[in-house]
């Protein structure tokens, strides 16, 4: 697009705004930061390059004249179409997109999008690891953590973007070469408006699609399954409803078939990742590398050396025979029952809460009553889950304040794996779920080097 003296207004200066106003200005906008709180200490070095660019800012409020002089209005995915800001931009008849838009209609190579309620950042991560160890530039992007708009100048061959339903509502025609959808279980609910809104908000990506794309679905799932698009359907399952081509397992072995030839992969319980969940994603991630190019013994090589990513089932230290495990990730009660179900029939310790999302809490104390010897409840969520696991019939609740306490009792409980999973949002006790998981390590690991200070 043309952006050469356009003026543009960024809503909010977090990393992706930062990494947008520096990629408009490049280009010749004249760019708007619009900032509701501070802008932080730690970006001072990004604020002067910016300023010397020509960017302004401004905090405090979003002024009507950002928003009533800009040609385009590019806002952080986080705030709600029916906040004030938008109304008025609305009024104004402005177009308000996020920087995955942007992105799109600026890309040059192809785009591989995954989305989903869990497992976007493990996909995301494990498609980027399996292109990049086979010798492409293929950075994993978007709702990950990096900014999208900031790998351009790396000149990319792929670009692996996780999504969040936040982003696919303000990118109204961004249509990836490859989009996978991983599964579907209630959340964002407020910020939709229902559950009926957040399906619409998935399904949008998908209905982008055009004819010579390609969308990954899981046929296990029957939302997902019967999402509509002009692309080519590429299925995956692990309870063999793919018929044709796709992704399934032959026993325990990971498979696909392309164009009606069968590729017999590696065992999962070869992989160095666990759990049930995540034989979903690396049936994904194996769908999408097929589907740009690559062959099966290189797909399969690079699969058998990814790692866990930080806080996602991520082994920490054993201390006197304890296991201890970082899943911080888990902002949701699917996902904190997805980590519980991949420890088998081992019990384990769980230590969950924080800001509760008000979410039903049936399934997860029917998981809680299988997997788990003991639960210790911290946060704001603690009074309600407690209340919801004694009326379940699980009795063995400990409260505690801080997540130190709990990880303290864990151990000294001696009952299993200790496991963070909270199954709820951070933001009541650290600055997000990776402080969370970066404060729980800390404490793991001063109490092993207190057991073995050698």
């Given at each position: 697009m043309f952006y050469t003296g356009k003026n543009v207004t960024i809503l909010g200066a977090g990393r992706s705004g930062l990494a947008t106003a520096l990629f408009l200005a490049e280009r010749g906008a004249q760019v708007t930061v619009s900032e509701l709180s501070t802008l932080a200490f730690d970006k001072?070095?990004?604020?002067?390059?910016?300023?010397?660019?020509?960017?302004k800012f401004e905090t405090g409020a979003h002024s009507d004249e950002a928003i009533s002089s800009a040609d385009l209005i590019v806002t952080s995915p986080g705030i709600k179409p029916e906040a004030e800001v938008m109304v008025r931009a609305r009024k104004h008849k402005k177009e308000v997109v996020c920087d995955i838009e942007i992105a799109y209609r600026e890309?040059?190579?192809?785009?591989?999008?995954?989305?989903?309620?869990?497992?976007?950042?493990?996909?995301?991560?494990?498609?980027?690891?399996?292109?990049?160890?086979?010798?492409?530039?293929?950075?994993?992007?978007?709702?990950?953590?990096?900014?999208?708009l900031a790998e351009f100048s790396k000149k990319p061959d792929f670009l692996v973007v996780e999504v969040s339903s936040y982003q696919i509502t303000y990118s109204p025609t961004f249509?990836?070469?490859?989009?996978?959808?991983?599964?579907?279980t209630p959340?964002?609910?407020?910020?939709?408006?229902?559950?009926?809104?957040?399906?619409?908000?998935?399904?949008?990506?998908?209905?982008n699609q055009k004819e010579g794309q390609f969308a990954v679905l899981n046929m296990d799932d029957p939302i997902v399954a019967d999402t509509k698009t002009k692309a080519t359907v590429f299925p995956f399952s692990v309870s063999s409803k793919v018929k044709k081509d796709g992704a399934f397992l032959t026993g325990d072995r990971l498979s696909y078939r392309l164009n009606g030839a069968k590729n017999q992969l590696c065992r999962f319980g070869d992989l160095k990742i666990i759990?049930?969940?995540?034989?979903?994603?690396?049936?994904?991630?194996?769908?999408?590398?097929?589907?740009?190019?690559?062959?099966?013994?290189?797909?399969?090589?690079?699969?058998?050396?990814?790692?866990?990513?930080?806080?996602?089932?991520?082994?920490?230290?054993v201390i006197d025979g304890v296991d201890y495990y970082n899943d911080s990730k888990a902002t949701n009660t699917a996902s904190a029952i997805k980590a519980l179900e991949a420890f088998g029939d081992e019990q384990v310790v769980l230590i969950a809460g924080g800001r509760d999302k008000g979410t039903d809490l049936g399934e997860f104390v029917d998981s809680i009553r299988k997997h788990v010897s003991n639960v210790i409840l911290i946060g704001e969520a603690k009074e309600?889950?407690?209340?919801?696991?004694?009326?379940?019939?699980?009795?063995?609740?400990?409260?505690?304040?801080?997540?130190?306490?709990a990880v303290e009792l864990g151990g000294r409980l001696r009952?299993?794996?200790?496991?963070?999973?909270?199954?709820?949002?951070?933001?009541?006790?650290?600055?997000?779920?990776?402080?969370?998981?970066?404060?729980?390590?800390d404490i793991v690991r001063t109490r092993l080097k207190i057991k073995a200070p050698s």
């Open positions: 001072d070095l990004v604020l002067a390059d910016l300023k010397a660019k020509g960017v890309a040059q190579v192809p785009i591989i999008a995954i989305t989903g309620t869990n497992g976007k950042s493990t996909t995301c991560a494990l498609i980027s690891h399996i292109l990049t160890e086979a010798g492409y530039k293929a950075p994993a992007c978007g709702n990950i953590g990096v900014p999208i249509a990836p070469q490859v989009s996978i959808w991983l599964n579907l959340d964002h609910l407020d910020w939709h408006g229902g559950m009926n809104g957040y399906i619409d908000a998935k399904r949008q990506l998908f209905a759990g049930q969940h995540n034989v979903e994603n690396v049936l994904a991630a194996i769908s999408a590398c097929a589907l740009v190019g690559l062959k099966a013994p290189e797909i399969e090589k690079h699969v058998k050396s990814f790692t866990a990513l930080e806080h996602r089932l991520e082994f920490v230290a309600r889950f407690e209340e919801a696991l004694k009326a379940g019939g699980f009795t063995n609740c400990h409260k505690v304040d801080s997540l130190d306490a009952q299993g794996a200790v496991l963070l999973s909270p199954a709820c949002a951070s933001f009541d006790m650290f600055k997000d779920y990776e402080d969370r998981g970066r404060v729980f390590k």
